[in-house]
């Protein structure tokens, strides 16, 4: 079974209006366009792909805004956005969250799910790509926690079907300095910080697969040790 794979960042319990959500939102794809050109243009969800592709939105701060000011992408007092990017259908990459709520649940969320096939895929699903995406995500959501994951992987190793927040490790795993230090790691692992946020745990230079023994053993041996310096735990 071919992995497939997801960057996901996740924070809780934090209030902020569409104006900040809006800059926040659109600092991200702004620097996701930067990283790929297939993410320079986005489009909205439409009954077809034709009908989607036609849908083109301009992520800037103002049209930002105007979606959050739409009933359904209202939640209490959260915004939600849905945008999608790619020329062919099954090829396409997806980035949705939600955001601005004061409450914990549903957990605020940043979630960029990459094309899983094709010719962009062979480009983004590299450790230097997904690294600056998930740096990228962390510099402009300030996330407790975040991953860039295996599905197959997380599935297998998560003690629910979706995925635990904050008890799994990852291809690459963030924590924020709020969320603790993290402990000396075996090699080949890399941590290094991300600005003054937190620190960003990477566990291979090359794409991390459920079904790569040695990848599976390392982050059995990595989950451990973090586990006992007490950092893996439910957000």
Known sequence: MTDTYYIGAYWLGRSENAESCATRASNLFDELGRLDPEWRSWHEAGRSFKDASARTFSTDRANFLKLFARKKNRLGDAFRYWLWAGSRPGETSLV??????????????????????????????TTP?????????????????????????????????????????????????????????????????????????????ERFTATNPEHVRLATEVHQVLDAAGLLRPL
């Not at 300095?177 to 230079?205: H, M, S």
Request: net charge negative.
């Open 129 to 205: 790509i997904l690294r600056e995406v998930l740096r990228a995500v962390v510099r402009c959501w300030e996330p407790a926690w975040g991953v860039v994951a295996s599905r197959q992987y997380r599935d297998e190793v998560s003690p629910s079907s979706s995925g635990d927040v904050g008890t799994f490790v990852s291809w690459m795993t963030y924590f924020s300095r709020q969320w603790g230090e993290v402990p000396p790691l075996p090699a080949p692992v890399r941590v290094e910080p991300v600005e003054d946020l937190g620190t960003l745990v990477i566990l291979t230079e």
């Open 96 to 125: 949705d969250g939600y955001c601005g709520s004061a409450d914990d649940v549903p957990t605020s969320i940043c979630l960029v799910s990459p094309p899983h096939q094709g010719e962009m895929a062979e480009r983004v699903l």
